[in-house]
Every structure is written in structure tokens, then in C-alpha cells.
């Protein structure tokens, strides 16, 4: 006798990976709010917070100093902002683009296309997660309030973007490692040429990953007239991914240099553009547009990208 089929969670979208502790273990009432925040799909809150901690390692490598209590509050409170901020982005971005979402069958199973969530009840959720966030904000120095507080302009800007421009990735990318500016002049009090540069490279890194990601929508994209690098590049895809690639690895190779680190340090550092640089060659390398699959596969796996680099960073900060 065949085993039972398991029936999908009521409410569950379909882009969430099985099992996920939302649709699993959360109290039923308030799943419709933590997937609004994408709790059920952490890709993103990774993605997020990862450009932090590069912010801080590379601060830490810069300035010579032992990490203290301090710069382990930075990394905490750079990883609760991350969630609430994500969670906050996310809830804005499906208010603006309810209609949209219901024409797209990846995303018209999202709560408020589908009618869990009312628009009244996704604005209280917003200003519940924006409103902790700040307070979290408020215990940094008054350089990274400030970076903070101007990372909301790319923040709302975003989910307009895909409407006016084939480029809204590259908005994405500017919001998304906002992180890096942040938790570099949170330690370091300041924000000089390796910060950006890093920025710049995440950024990169963004148009890389979520060209990726938005091979899944191309189909519904197309009919519904949102614009995307997906759409723009086509089948000329893989030659840009490369050039995005380039660039990140490069961006970051001159960050650490930047840094102005020697010995030890240098070398711990180095590694962070060089394993950044062999996980992108491997998604590169993997890359089918035609396989959904496989592209949010792509797309997940920066997770590790990420963390690899971090890693890097984190040791030669260390050593």
C-alpha cells in the first residue's frame, strides 16, 4: 500500500521550502503575518544580513582592533535588524504590489493576493517590525542611525522600481547591502573607500543573484509588463552574470586592499573574494533559465557564497 500524499499547508505559498517552521510549528493565526515577512523562506533575511557582517569584518580588519562586547552587540543587533527590516521590506513590498502578485502564479498564493491579510492589517504589521527595528537602531553610534534612516529611501523605493525601470535589481542591490555602510561605521565610525567599495560589491553580488531569481517570472512578467534584468538580458543572461561576477570579486578584492591590513590578516582576507569568486563560477556554471528548479536552487545556495566570504573576513579580524 502506497503511503499517504501529504496535503499542502492551507495558505502555504509555493516558492517555500517544505516543511518550514512556519507552516509546521507557528501558531495558525499569526502564519498569514510571518509569511507577509517571508519567515517561511530565510533566503532573504540572509541575504540581508550577510553584507553586515562583511560591513564588520572589514571594519575590524581596517582599524587593527581586538572585536570587544561592542562589536559583538553590532553583529546581534545587525542580525535582529536584518529579520525585522526584511520582514518590514517584504510586507511593504507586497502592499504595493498586491495586484501584480495576483497575476503571477509563483506569488498569487501570498497572503494578501489571497485574502489572509487585509491591507489595514499588513500596515500595522509593517509599523509593528519598522517600529522595534528602530529602537534596535537607537543602541548604534549616530553615524550608523544616520546610514540607517537613509537606507528607507531605497527601502520604499524598491517595489515602484520594477515599473519604471528594467534595472530594479540594481535598486534591490542598493537597499539590500545598505548593511555594509552600516555596521562598518558602527565600529569604525566612519565610512571611507574600503566601505563602499564593499558596498559596491554586494551590490554586484545582488544583480548576480537576483538575475537569477527572476528567471522564474519572465513568462508572467512579460504579460503583465514588469520590467526586470531577467527580461532585459534574455538569452544573453549567462554573459552578464559573468560581468556581475567580475565585478563582485573585484570590488571586493579592492576592499580588502583598502583596508590597508598586512601579514596574517591580509591573507585570511584574500580569501574571502577568492571563495566568493569559485561559488559564483558554480551557479554560473549551473545556470538554466528554463529550470525553475534549479534557478531558486541557484538562488538560495548564496547563502554559503556569503558565508563564506564572511567567514574570511571574521578570521583575519580575528588573527
Excluded at 519598522?130 to 523605493?157: D, E, K, M, R, W
Excluded at 530594479?168 to 574600503?194: E, I, K, S, T
Excluded at 531558486?296 to 571574521?314: I, T, W
Amino acid at each position: 500500500m502506497s503511503a499517504p500524499t501529504q496535503m499542502p499547508e492551507p495558505g502555504a505559498v509555493p516558492d517555500a521550502p517544505p516543511a518550514n517552521w512556519v507552516d509546521a510549528r507557528a501558531p495558525a493565526p499569526w502564519r498569514p503575518f510571518l509569511r507577509l515577512s517571508r519567515m517561511d523562506r530565510p533566503i532573504g533575511t540572509w541575504l540581508l544580513l550577510l553584507p553586515c557582517w562583511w560591513g564588520l569584518g572589514l571594519a575590524l580588519v581596517a582599524t587593527g582592533h581586538a572585536p570587544g562586547l561592542h562589536d559583538l552587540w553590532i553583529a546581534l543587533a545587525c542580525a535582529l535588524g536584518a529579520v525585522l527590516m526584511r520582514g518590514a521590506g517584504c510586507t511593504w513590498n507586497d502592499i504595493a504590489d498586491r495586484r501584480i502578485d495576483a497575476q503571477v502564479a509563483r506569488t498569487r498564493a501570498r497572503p494578501l493576493p489571497s485574502g489572509q491579510v487585509t491591507v489595514r492589517g499588513a500596515l500595522l504589521w509593517l509599523a509593528a517590525q519598522a517600529g522595534t527595528a528602530f529602537l534596535i537602531l537607537l543602541t548604534l553610534p549616530p553615524l550608523a542611525i544616520l546610514l540607517g534612516v537613509l537606507s528607507l529611501v531605497p527601502v520604499a523605493l524598491y517595489p515602484f522600481a520594477k515599473r519604471v525601470t528594467w534595472w530594479p535589481q540594481a535598486v534591490l542591490g542598493v537597499a539590500f547591502n545598505w548593511g555594509a555602510l552600516l555596521a562598518y561605521a558602527a565600529h569604525a565610525g566612519r565610512v571611507d573607500a574600503a566601505a563602499v567599495s564593499l558596498w559596491l560589491s554586494g551590490l554586484a553580488w545582488t544583480l548576480f543573484y537576483d538575475t537569477i531569481y527572476a528567471h522564474q517570472d519572465t513568462a508572467d512578467d512579460a504579460v503583465i509588463g514588469v520590467k526586470s534584468t531577467a527580461r532585459l538580458f534574455g538569452d544573453a543572461t549567462p554573459r552578464w552574470l559573468a560581468r556581475f561576477l567580475g565585478a563582485a570579486v573585484a570590488l571586493l578584492l579592492l576592499a580588502v586592499l583598502l583596508a590597508g591590513a598586512t601579514g596574517l590578516p591580509l591573507a585570511l582576507a584574500l580569501a574571502a573574494p577568492a571563495m566568493l569568486a569559485a561559488h559564483l563560477l558554480w551557479q554560473l556554471r549551473r545556470f538554466d533559465p528554463t529550470d525553475d528548479a534549479t534557478l531558486l536552487r541557484l538562488f538560495r545556495s548564496n547563502r554559503d557564497a556569503g558565508l563564506l566570504a564572511a567567514l574570511a573576513l571574521a578570521l583575519a579580524a580575528l588573527a
